[in-house]
């Protein structure tokens, strides 16, 4: 509705300008033209609301741009939304293998893509509205003649579609790119530590850069092509006005002094809807943008899901849990859709690995005829001795011809068929494994019942990890029955640390108790480790908790899920993170104390405790042998010996990193005590910078030389006067045909003429800028991500510690993108 209202105000103006312009040209008009209409009906209030129109024009339009704005965040937002629901839906086959610098693209690039390119589909509405009401006003002043307008816009159109296909190739290799770049730049990032270790930031430095180049040749010819398509919007309505306007004076018979009254309110009118019309591109151009983005979120959301199963309450309401006879097999990746040339490369290998296959079968078939054959002549009566030399002889000439030509080559009938049986055979047998996928775990039935304390014990790779992937859906359930009443609480192998403060970590968004968080602080055994934090429970942890321990990690999860008061408690070998000490006072102030009467299924090696379990499964490949208490398992005969064995190498293996950890973690705490005492900082993250207020000139300035070295400032912005002196010109010019002292002497047709001229010549400067713009965006372009790159890498490992990853990422993501794409528009 502001939209409609704003066109109508638009509108307005040109028919109270042609009001205004025959009063004053009242008193000029000779009385020996009484065809001239001189009649005007209220000039003044003319005169007030075209002096009001411009005004209430741009609150309007002020305010429809608050409303688009206002619906494209939320449209972005919402996507996001959709995106971070589908990462937290994906399968783990699928979480794989994505892309990770596809996901960054897809929340930063493509969301911003959409919700910028969106606001066009609601000018979309109105644009039916700009074109057909001027139109009407030029049908009604200029008549047929009007239809000059649309016939030379029509010509446009094959000059714009020469520019679209580079458009849309330009668009859609950039966000292909722009992955390939962000993928890089999260593996740099995510292990920069490393990197600086290992003095690989030059390495690392010429891969992120070779996948910029490949980008900044996308950004040339989508920047060329938007400037080509600027120039025929800019363009347009001038060739229109020339055209139009000569086929009008050549038809009719106009006046000098009345051409301001007759020719200038309707060009005005013709300007009003070539701009509309000239904008279709800039639409059409935003619809391939969107449909692009559109279809890379639309491929990302169609990836395999989880199957989540609907919670079902065990039959017996003793039980917490109840599996019966199920079986869990991870999902299937998803399908990488391949283009035409990938498919044929494909089919091609695949041909010559299956006839190089067959060769070899056949090969082997005739060395195993061979075989046979001299066996049955060394067997055979000295009768057959001449036939059988021939055989031999034959043989040999079958084995040269495969040796010299593979493809030509002679073998009895009923071998050839017992070949095709054999690769038929292969075949359907490689298709029912890919039908019949082997189940991770198989057969499982086990209970748990509430209150219960239950281990999982069992060898590496026997599965134990996968029973808890599978109580919380991680994995897809091929057969059985799942029953669970009550709500969960998980603690992986890996510690998952937030970026945010220990008490934060710890409470995770539930409300503060302080009485249940010192308790929960002193079975996880954390009381001492706050003393040497920097603000105890309030300082605040790096990204991926790089200022604490490995043990610290671990026990800061735990009490992460202790405080969250859950019904059924899994633990996956908790206790291997810490010392043997410490685990011993986790078990049994924590586990089997604070615990109890919380059902808990722990996962573990540390089989010192297995007396304590009411249950204790055993697993082996994915199979549970056997279940039952400790003196049931013995009494059937289980050795807990070769597990011991196997313990205590562990524990050997894990005392002398143990060691190694304390000795690094005693320098941690001295450092800590030092920077504690020279720096009353309580703070390990820093906060993020933010500019307030104008941009300062010295910003502006700095990016000019970025576009292009110093001395080629002059004559940039030369070209650029040059280009506005002309249009400006081109308008004051057509304003003086009118006139009889200026140019009196010139005839219609010389002044239109001198005015096509000027559009000649305006086309001209808008190639050549369009042109040398594409190479300054280009330039400006690598020297701001080469700059932003080069002083990432030179930074200390310091800085990452207290700057938070996404923080960095959103600079080389977000606002890169936005000094790609849009910046110089």
Known sequence: IILVISVGFQVAQPALMKEVIKTVMKKSTSASEPHISTEVRFPYTSAIILMLCPFLNGILDTLSNRFIIHISSQLRSGLASLIYNKILLLNISTQSIIDKGRLLSLLNTDTNQIAVNISSLFYMFVLPLQILVPFGFVCYDWGWSALISIGVFLLTFPFQGLVYPLMRSSIKGYLTHNDLRNKITNET?????????????????????????????????????????????????????????????????????????????????????????????????????????????????????????????????????????????????????LDSKEKDAIKKMAAKKKKEANQQKIHDNIQLINQDQKSTIENSDNTHSNKNINNNANNKKIT???????????????????????????????????????????????????????????????????????LIGDIEKQSGTICIDGSIAYCPQTA???????????????????????????????????????????????????????????????ARAVYSDRDIYIFDDPLSAVDAHVGRTLFEECIDGYLKGKTRLLITNQLQFIEKADNIILLKQGRITAQGTSVQLKEQGINFDEFTITN????????????????????????????????????????????????????????????????????????????????????????????????????YYWKIGIYSFFCLGELIFLIIRGVVSSFAVKRSTRLIHHGLLKHVLKTPSSFFDTTPMGRILNRFIGDITVTDLRLFM
Request: charged share 20%.
């Open 496 to 558: 998952w640390i937030n970026n945010n403060t220990v008490r934060g970590n710890i409470t995770f968004g539930q409300e503060y108790n302080q009485d249940k968080y010192n308790e929960v602080i002193r079975v996880c055994a954390l009381e001492p480790d706050f003393d040497s934090l920097a603000a105890g429970d309030m300082t605040a942890i790096g990204e991926k908790g790089v200022n604490l321990s490995g043990g610290q990690k671990a026990r800061i999860q735990l």
């Open 648 to 747: 205590q190498n562990i524990d050997n293996n894990q005392h002398n990193k143990k060691q190694s950890e304390l000795k690094d973690e005693k320098l941690n705490k001295q450092n800590k005590k030092i920077q504690q005492q020279t720096n009353a900082a309580k703070k390990i993250l820093t906060e993020e910078e933010q500019e307030t207020g104008s941009i300062s000139w010295s910003s502006y300035f700095k990016y000019i030389l970025q576009l292009c070295p110093w001395w080629g400032v002059v004559p940039f912005f030369l070209l650029t006067l040059v280009l506005e002196g002309i249009i400006i010109y081109q308008s004051w010019f057509i304003g003086t045909v009118g006139d009889t002292v200026q140019y009196a002497s010139l005839s």
């Open 189 to 337: 990032l995510q292990n920069m530590r490393i990197i600086k270790l290992s003095g690989l930031e030059k390495a690392f430095e010429k891969r992120i850069s070779a996948a910029r180049e490949l980008q900044l040749s996308d950004i040339f010819y989508f920047t060329l092509a938007n400037q080509l398509l600027m120039a025929i919007m800019r363009l347009t309505p001038y060739v229109v006005n020339a055209s139009t306007m000569a086929v009008y004076i050549s038809t009719h018979n106009v006046p000098q002094l009345q051409f301001p009254v007759l020719v200038m309110p309707t060009m005005g009118f013709i300007i009003m809807m070539m701009m509309p019309m000239s904008q279709i591109t800039y639409f059409i151009q935003s619809v391939f943008n969107v449909l692009i983005s559109v279809d890379r979120i639309r491929d990302f959301l169609l990836l395999p899901e989880l199957k989540i199963e609907p919670n079902v309450a065990p039959n017996d309401k003793q039980n917490a849990v109840e599996f019966d006879q199920c079986s869990f097999a991870y999902g299937d990746p998803p399908q990488i859709p």
């Open 400 to 470: 040269s011809d495969l040796e010299t030509n593979p493809s030509v080559i002679q073998i009895p009938l009923q071998q050839i068929q017992q070949i095709s049986q054999s690769n038929q055979l292969d075949e359907n047998e490689q298709i029912d494994i890919k039908k019949n996928k082997q189940p991770t775990l198989k057969d499982i039935t086990f209970k748990l019942p509430k209150g219960s304390l239950t281990m999982i014990i069992g060898s590496v790779g026997s599965g134990k990890s996968s029973i808890a992937s599978a």
